[in-house]
């Protein structure tokens, strides 16, 4: 009975320890899958993470959501106010007098007198006031989504100066590394034409020489590449390697006629300043209002009344009230607000011209750095093919060996700035498109 009872919690023990092994095995092979069959990140991924985790743009969001405070403070001095009010007063009895007394003077004697009532207060014309608040918060609600569309946009240019600089320096370490792999083949040739007498030990101790150079170059790239991978780990929330970073094709640019006006009203920021002339102007009307008479409307409905008055029922108020000065006070307030006016126009007007160069220069410089990339990577394969040939000719005694290593400090250079070219005109595209204001209009 022993044993059959010592077989039973062996097979049990043994079980429950391979279902812990294979649940380990399981999940680690799982885990392995999902790393390996990762999507990958476009530049549209990239930013609509970087929207989600940017404090800067919820900043923003929650400044363009404060606008409605401004909206409901305006509407205040239109709609008015209600309210329901209950008092009791008590006060020291006064010797001689009669709470029974029917005098009108015994009410404010009483000892205690209750009271409750609804209170109503109506503005019926406050120069304008009204008018300018709600023409100026409903401006300031448009032009802080402008400011908030346009943050978006540079949020958008930051994640495209990171995604490519991270995928350049990539590219960057990728040929550094091989310029290093034909050093060392170039080293492996020499020691063999040192041995036959061929070449001398001093063409090889220039070769090192220049190998632990490109070494200093591979260091620093890779300095530069964990730097770029930092940055954009920051903008989009997430560590993310190069390989899965995927890229996408690019427009060359087109010979047709650019027309920089067309898309100057479409950028956000030039809206965003044509709304704040709105809401300045709306700011005049606000302190004009001080010099307006003011007629107002104040009625109480009483619920319960006591003493000689508890006969009435409600009391109305109209109040008109002529400003006839402040000491220079609302005139003060009258310039100022007339000079921000002034300004915001000035603004618009420089927002709107900085638009239009911004615009021309970003086509400039798509084109030139298209052509500038056409011409490094023609220049790219003649370099290859004259290190080739250099490399042969230097076989058969046609030329020496600092020529050779010319020939591949050339072809590294060339490789390198046929790379940035590259790089450069994608991020050349997006900064037209964000000059434009084209740009993540479907993105976040």
Known sequence: MKKAVFFILLFLLSNSVCWAIEKE??????????????????LQDCYAMAVQRSETLAIKKEEMARTLASFLHATGDTIGDASFVMTDFRQDSQGGSSSNSSSDSSNFTLPKRRESKFVFSQPLFQGFRAIGALSGAGSLKKQRRGDWERAKQLLFMDVVNSFYDYLRLKKDK?????????????ITDLNGWIENGRSRPSELATVRSRLGTFEGELARAKGDLAVAKNL?????????APDELKDQDTPSPAD???????????????????????????????????LWPKLSLDSNLYEKREGFQSGNNWDVLFTFNVPLGKG????????????????????????????????????????SSAERYQALEKATKDAQENFTLQKDEYSHHLVS??????????????KRDANEAFYDMKKAYWQLDLAKGHCCEDIG
């Open 256 to 290: 047709e006629k650019f027309n920089v006006s067309e898309f100057v009203g479409k950028r956000p920021d030039v809206e965003a300043s044509r709304q704040a002339i709105k809401t300045a102007r709306g700011g005049v009307i606000v302190a004009q209002s001080d």
């Open 174 to 186: 990728e040929i550094i590394e091989g310029i290093l792999s034909l050093y060392q083949d170039r």
């Open 232 to 240: 954009l780990t920051f903008l989009i929330g997430t560590s993310v």
């Open 328 to 367: 220079g006070e609302t005139l003060g307030k009258i310039r100022d607000s007339y000079s921000q006016w002034k300004e915001s126009k000035l603004t618009h007007s420089l927002v709107e011209r900085t638009a239009e160069r911004e615009i021309q220069d970003a086509h400039d410089s798509w084109k």
């Open 401 to 414: 060996n600092l020529e050779v290593l010319d020939a591949l400090q050339s072809l590294f250079q060339t």
């Open 25 to 42: 095995i399981s999940v680690e092979t799982k885990e392995s899958i999902e790393h390996t069959t990762s999507p990958s990140l476009t």
